[in-house]
């Protein structure tokens, strides 16, 4: 019993626990042969732990190097962080290889020891007065020592769109410069000629980010890698295993009505569902019945724990869609929350000029149909809704959907 994953719920999954991804990863390897990837999903389905998994357990000779960027704000910030990552991870090799000949990061290495914890970085940030105007140069020069040790180096940068959306804050014009210098660097040499590969990742679709901002072409060299959902057998597997490998005695539809009411699984709440139902039976010491999901799930959608999980749903929409498409996609997901299965573009439609028509604005129909087009566009690709028939929108989870009935409708 003791070699049983823990239940995981909201720390990335350890590598040695990581399961149902293992032709995923086998995927992205492959396809990392001759690309640079982006990977993009929802919210808590699992992007870190695959890019853990690829850090921990690297192939191909590749040697990797991971970060996150989700609160950085230039681009200087973002070289910084890429080289502390990098020792962190290889230091001999930073010593040794990557930093031979070059001023900066030598000096900065030399300072390691008398600043003690975190050093590098401090030292690297003090080792130009001017990073912040010269981040290009240094940047440039980072790849170029890179590529000249001839190891293959696999950069894996989470939450980039974030870290956009922060540039594009602070300053669209260095947006489109990192952009576009980022660009450059993935096409020369090109990838299968190159030592480097960069595999980036997030929780909003960086298509649609940057659509947004005008900048698609920027990044459209990227091959998009989607992660795949967990299916239904996944699904009945982790239960099965969870829960029969703790000795937790259950009825056969117990699995089945896990599948069902998750809807299109976010794998959190798989965990903590069927790590609810576990306590349950440790606490009644009797068979779980398909009764005991269901208040499993009504009282998960409710408590503080999913709350806290599901709140950035909601509260992305007031942070990033301007007004219009603010209050036009509440309505839709509030109209979508309380279908039974789905709603259709007509209806949908309706709720858009319902919306426009008590906002007082007033738009020619072709605009509206635009306008409409592109909220529902970037529900999909932010991943609140599927199309899940020809012309049908859905939430694209169920528990997601529940709670959004319960508070928002
Ligand atoms: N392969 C898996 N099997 C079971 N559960 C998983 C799996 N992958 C992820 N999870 C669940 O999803 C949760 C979040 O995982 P992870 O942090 O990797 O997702 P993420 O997509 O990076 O999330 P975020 O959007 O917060 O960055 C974990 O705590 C765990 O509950
Ligand atoms: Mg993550």
Redesign the pocket.
């Known amino acids: 019993m003791s070699s049983l994953p823990e239940f ?6 350890d590598p040695v626990d ?4 293992e032709e995923f990863v086998a995927e992205l390897w492959e396809t990392l042969r001759t690309r640079h990837l982006v990977l993009t ?1 929802a ?7 695959v890019m853990d998994h690829l850090r921990d357990h690297p192939r191909n000779g590749f040697s990797t190097v991971l970060i996150n960027v989700q609160d950085l704000t230039h681009p200087a910030d973002f070289f910084q962080g890429l080289l502390d990552a990098f020792h962190d991870a290889h230091p001999d090799f930073v010593r040794d290889q990557l930093a031979a000949g070059w001023k900066l990061v030598g000096g900065a290495l030399g300072k390691v020891g008398e600043i003690g914890i975190g050093g590098f970085k401090l030292a690297l940030r003090q080792s130009d007065p001017d990073w912040r105007e010269n981040w290009r140069q240094h940047g440039d020069r980072f790849l170029k020592q890179a590529r000249k040790t001839r190891v293959r180096i696999l950069f894996i940068v989470d939450e980039l769109p974030d870290m956009l959306l922060n540039l594009s804050r602070e300053d669209a014009a260095l947006l489109r410069e990192f952009l576009a210098w980022f660009r450059t660097q993935r096409l020369n040499p090109a990838p299968a000629k190159d030592s480097i590969r960069w595999l980036v990742g997030g ?1 909003v679709n960086l298509a649609g980010t940057l659509d947004g901002l005008g900048q698609v072409d920027l990044i459209n060299d990227l091959e998009d890698i989607p992660l795949p959902p967990l299916t239904d057998g996944d699904i009945r597997a ?1 239960v099965t295993e969870m829960l029969g490998g703790r000795g937790v005695p259950y009825q056969e539809d117990v699995p089945p009505r896990i599948v069902s009411r998750l809807g299109r699984p976010i ?2 709440f ?2 903590m569902a069927t790590q609810d139902l576990y306590r349950l039976w440790k606490k009644e010491q009797r068979e779980i019945v398909a009764s005991d999901v269901d208040a499993i799930f009504e009282s998960l959608i409710v408590s503080p724990g999913a709350r806290t999980r599901l709140q950035h749903y909601y509260s992305r929409i007031r942070q990033y869609y301007a007004d219009r498409k603010r209050s036009i996609s509440y309505a839709l997901l509030g109209q979508i929350s309380v279908c039974q299965s789905g709603l259709g573009r007509a209806a949908l439609l309706q709720v858009t000029d319902r919306v426009l028509v008590d906002s007082g604005i007033e738009l020619p129909s072709h605009e509206r149909r635009q306008l409409f087009n592109q909220v529902l566009l970037d529900l999909e690709n932010d991943f609140y809704v599927i199309e899940v028939k020809e012309g049908i929108y859905d939430f694209a989870s169920g528990v997601l959907k529940s709670w959004w009935r319960k508070y928002y409708a």
């Open positions: 995981y719920t909201g720390a990335p999954v990581l399961r149902f991804r999903a919210r808590r389905t699992g992007k870190t732990s929780s982790f794998p959190l798989m965990q």
